[in-house]
């Protein structure tokens, strides 16, 4: 079972946090997040949303 940290909130996929991974930074640091992606995982503020789930919010 993945680390819960390293999973998506709105997908559960992973999600490539950097941070889970030990390092400083993460890819998200430096992403634009719409703030209706932000209200979706409100309850979950903590958990780095993947690029997949980004990219579909922004319509990408």
Do not use: S
């Not at 490539?16 to 930074?25: K, P």
């Not at 997040?33 to 990408?60: D, H, S, W």
């Amino acid at each position: 079972m993945p680390n819960d940290e390293k999973c998506c909130p709105i997908c559960g996929e992973e999600n490539n946090c950097e941070l889970a991974e030990g390092q400083n930074t993460c890819w998200c640091m430096k992403a634009c997040f719409p703030e209706r992606i932000l209200e979706a995982v409100a309850l979950e503020p903590n958990k780095c949303i993947c690029q997949k789930c980004l990219n579909t919010y922004k319509g990408v």
